[in-house]
């Protein structure tokens, strides 16, 4: 209670405070690149940290840390950007910490910035966990709900009333979660004097990995004229031999300005351009967008540069460059479309998580990660269960690995849950989402929730109004949620337009029986298909093992028994995907870090990898089966058929 008081009652106070030079953005959440006319600074690295461990966890308000440097209001220690703060000191209170924690930074503004009166200069926070406030030299400049999302404010105006060149940023960020944040979860106070200490509460949780904590992705300062491209929204489709990419730019700061837009090719050729906000470019012989192993020249982007002159009298021109993938997403009863081909998911579901950073964004890790999925044979993956960093979707637009993208419902159990808060909050949040990653080619789907508990009846409203405004939001990709096998009377399914399952057969339900799972499995297919006549996802499916731990016959926990229960999957996937089954993904690509529990040993161990990213046998199994059905489709390209007959192992 106090906790969620402490929240709010911040929050209203931060609102009432915002102040005037600063201010809060509300537009597009266009990626900051550089082009002639903008400019990116960095700002990540090493920040000062102290996590706010007075009683209510409201010192750093109270006495307002914000205001002067942090180390003269105590002791700060060193924190890297991006990280969660979780598992980076030694210390059980801060990777157990709930509450506000406080990170600053001085950085140095180039003077021609903050003199050019026709620049405006941005700070962005790529996504920080899980509400945050954010000042520069002591000045609110934004605050910011929801872990995965960025948030930014345009600090020139501070920045020109204040010190000027040297800017202190001070972020605090709060990771406790309410019956209303997504994802949900309950603070408990324990009033057993016998058995807890004055003031003992724990955070609990609907969801299966550990709530890291932080800033979780780069910290940017750029530039953009006064007059400057908010936005921009494509979609695209094609007829025949030609692409048409209709675009809309929003342009803020300038009442009538020029708009001109070119695609360029690979070569740097252009291809079509027009003039105006809005319009329609039209490419001849067009390179269309396929995803990996479906077409010899997979992921092709085109280069759209958008170029905006303002009037007269400002004179400014602003210039983005937005990577484009002309594809099409189309769902039938029976197949998933893409291009007009059908699409067989053959791929995973990920989380962002590692050793030491937690959910810190990492190229290394980036990079490992869908070279791994490259040479699984791995076509697509989920974001489960949040949105991911953008530039792991830029990756997978450049690899054609296709994407399936949720927000952060995940763990949405309790039927208070379901109100009204909720529902608005749940709303804005994909939103944010799709202004973010409505450009991706890679991203063909939206996922609005995990696993909630659909079978409650406020279920069935709340996810008509989330289907139906998505689909307002975007109506070029289809939308669906994860449901959980066990849920018969769901109340959401008839609104989304894939059906999308997680079950484990043999794990959570008989566990050891894995003689059980073709009867099963089939009928829990033939269940959901004749409800709804939708296509299905086997979205999850999986069993735990330890790597190295093995035994025959089969034992839980072992490698053994894992690849038996894909083995058993897979063999009714063969039989329905050639109905209506149109993908599996398993659970996990890789074992994850959760909450400390009696059913988790160091984590959830369902990845087919370490989570130091090492095979274990299932990662075979999975790399020959993958490499297989995408050879079936006889859309391989040449130089990958019997890759794996041929590769080195
Ligand atoms: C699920 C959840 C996922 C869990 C998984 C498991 O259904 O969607 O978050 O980690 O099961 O391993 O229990």
Known sequence: MLWQCQLLVTKCALLAAICGVCRSLQGGMLFPTESPSREVKDVSGLWRFRADLSPERNRGFEQQWYRSPLAQTGPVIDMPVPSSYNDITQDAK??????????????????????????????????????????????????????????????????????????????????????????????????????????????????????????????????????????????????????????????????????????????????????????????????????????????????????????????????????????????????????????????????????????????PLVVKDFNLMKWMGVNSFRTSHYPYAEEILQTADRHGIVIIDECPGVGIKDIRSFGNVSLAHHLTVMEELVRRDKNHPSVVMWSVANEPASEMPPAGFYFKELVSHTKSLDSSRPVTYITDSNYARDQGAPYVDVICVNSYLSWYHDPGHTELISLQLNTQFDDWFGKYQKPIIQSEYGADAVSGLHSDPPMMFTEEYQTTVLQNYHNVFDQKRKEFVIGELIWNFADFMTAQTITRVVGNKKGILTRQRQPKAGAFLLRERYWRIANETGALPAWARNYILFKDH
């Open 94 to 363: 801060i990777r157990d910490f709930i509450g506000w924690v406080w990170y600053e930074k001085d950085v140095w503004v180039p003077a021609r910035w903050i003199q050019d009166r026709g620049t405006r200069i941005v700070l962005r926070v790529g996504s920080a966990h899980y509400y945050s406030v954010l000042w520069v030299n002591g000045v609110k400049a934004a605050e910011h709900e929801g872990g995965h999302l960025p948030f930014e404010a345009d600090i020139g105006g501070v920045l020109r009333q204040t010190s000027g060149n040297q800017c202190r940023i001070t972020i605090a960020v709060n990771n406790t979660l309410t019956l209303e944040t997504l994802p949900p979860g309950t603070i408990q106070y324990m009033t057993d004097r016998s058995r807890y200490p004055a003031g003992y509460f724990v955070q609990n949780t609907n969801f299966d990995f550990f709530n890291y904590a932080g800033i979780h992705r780069p910290v940017l300062l750029y530039t953009t004229p006064t007059a400057h491209i908010d936005d921009i929204t494509v979609e695209t489709t094609f007829s025949d031999n030609i692409g048409l990419v209709s675009f809309n730019v929003s342009v803020l700061g300038s009442s009538k300005p020029a708009v001109k837009v070119t695609l360029s090719a690979h070569d740097g050729r252009c291809v079509a351009s027009a003039d105006g906000i809005r319009g329609v470019l039209k490419v001849t012989d067009v390179n269309l967008w396929w995803p990996y192993l479906m077409h010899e020249n997979p992921a092709y982007l085109y280069s759209m540069e958008v170029s905006v002159q303002a009037t007269a009298e400002d004179g400014q021109t602003d210039v983005y460059t937005l990577p484009v993938g002309i594809r099409t997403v189309k769902v039938t009863s029976t197949q998933f479309l893409i291009n007009n081909k059908p699409f067989y998911f053959h791929g995973v579901n990920k989380h962002e998580d590692a050793d030491i950073r937690g959910k810190g964004f990492d190229w």
